[in-house]
């Protein structure tokens, strides 16, 4: 059973910075996809960025490229997504998902519970 456990949200001003993690247990391959999603209120849930665990292929949002960054640590089971510069289009509950391939699209096979990003003005 795969579980994905978020941190890292909160409130921040416009311009400002936060770095989500997702730790994942289970065994990862070099090809499973690790991703972030979000959800604003009143809007569909959106791809945000992925990885493959090996680090091969990178996918961002047109949204988020320059700005934000997604990285794993290996050792720890953990995929971070970086988000600088960060403005009030932002906010949303981001959603970690694990995947056997990258793709932009839903669905993934699993999701975390999500976390809050409120970005203020």
């Not at 979000?38 to 990178?58: D, L, M, Y």
């Not at 998902?97 to 669905?107: C, E, G, H, V």
């Amino acid at each position: 059973q795969v579980q994905l456990i978020e941190s890292g949200g909160g409130s921040v001003q416009a311009g400002g910075s936060l770095r989500l993690s997702c730790a994942a247990s289970g065994r990862l391959f070099s090809t499973t996809a690790m991703g972030w999603f979000r959800q604003a209120p009143g809007k569909e849930r959106e791809f945000v960025a992925a990885t493959t665990w090996g680090g091969s292929t990178i996918y961002y949002a047109d949204s988020v490229k320059g700005r934000f960054t997604i990285a794993r640590d290996n050792t720890k089971n953990t995929v971070y997504l970086q988000m600088n510069s960060l403005n009030p289009e932002d906010t949303a509950v981001y959603y970690c998902a694990q995947n056997t391939f990258i793709t932009k699209s839903r669905p993934w096979d699993f999701w975390g519970q999500g976390t809050q990003v409120t970005v203020s003005s």
